[in-house]
């Protein structure tokens, strides 16, 4: 799984408080209480980029979460932390409604000092459609996933993520699973993330740049987590991302093929 996302920063540390909150509400009586896995919190050190695409790497707490009451939910086990509402379709297709954390782009990420470049965190809307079933063994857990950020400025972004689990089970004391996910953006989100504008081409000494939609970016990796005890994990990843041509050829990217480790711990309960 992916947890990119810091709460390191005061947005997200306010975003997680105030979903923690919002899993504790009660839902309508008349839904009917459904299924799923258990509980989990805890956190792990991620080192990788600052940012997708630059070229100064960095230490971050990020935060592991799976919680879910009814049909709220709030998770960091898709890639993003988000909180919402799932309800089923039928035994392996649910959907649902989600709000996330749209992580920014710090000034202490450029090596050459362009902080005029830095983005603020934000929040995004959206919807999703998720697949979860077993091929023979092997759990298969595939989401399509749509969000459009609150600062319309910004633009939305697809994605679609699919993991699967390739190694362990329920007794097992090491569980592990890939992923891969690709990511697209309209033109809004490609310019807010690395595009160049005008006024500031001098100041980086580059012609200004306006990328198009496309592919924002593709990643692929491997989850594991090794049972220390009973309900509680030590949990990390390895992750690779390739961003997308129109990120590429930015001249805010410095570095394309992006690399995160992580590793930390997780309680079940």
């Not at 902080?115 to 959206?126: A, T």
């Not at 972004?157 to 090491?174: N, P, T």
């Not at 030590?234 to 690779?240: D, H, N, R």
Request: charged content about 20%; overall charge negative; some cysteine.
């Amino acid at each position: 799984m992916l947890f990119k996302y810091s709460l390191t920063n005061p947005l997200a540390r306010w975003l997680a408080i105030s979903l923690l909150a919002a899993a504790n509400l009660p839902v309508f009586a008349d839904e009917p209480a459904h299924e799923h896995e258990p509980n989990m919190v805890g956190a792990v050190v991620q080192y990788g980029p600052a940012y997708l695409g630059s070229d100064r790497s960095t230490e971050s707490i990020i935060p592991v979460l799976s919680l879910t009451k009814n049909l709220l939910f709030l998770r960091t086990t898709e890639g993003i932390l988000e909180t919402g509402i799932s309800k089923p379709l039928n035994e392996t297709v649910s959907y649902g409604a989600q709000l996330a954390y749209e992580d920014g782009r710090t000034q202490n990420g450029f090596s050459n000092g362009l902080k005029f470049l830095s983005i603020n965190p934000s929040m995004s809307y959206g919807a999703f459609l998720q697949y979860e079933d077993n091929i023979g063994p092997m759990p298969i857990d595939v989401v399509l996933r749509y969000r459009k950020d609150i600062d319309t400025s910004r633009g939305s972004q697809l994605d679609m993520r699919v993991f699967a689990g390739i190694y362990g089970g329920e007794h097992e004391k090491l569980n592990l699973g890939v992923f891969a996910q690709r990511t697209l953006a309209d033109q809004r989100a490609m310019e807010t993330y690395y595009g160049l504008k005008d006024r500031f081409s001098g100041r980086l000494h580059h012609p200004s740049y306006h990328p198009d939609q496309g592919v924002f970016s593709s990643e692929v990796g491997l989850w594991g987590a090794y049972s220390l005890c009973p309900k509680t994990y030590l949990v990390g990843y390895a992750e690779k991302i390739f961003l997308g041509s129109e990120a590429r050829h930015s001249p805010i990217t410095k570095d394309a093929n992006i690399n995160y480790f992580s590793l930390g711990l997780a309680f079940e309960f």
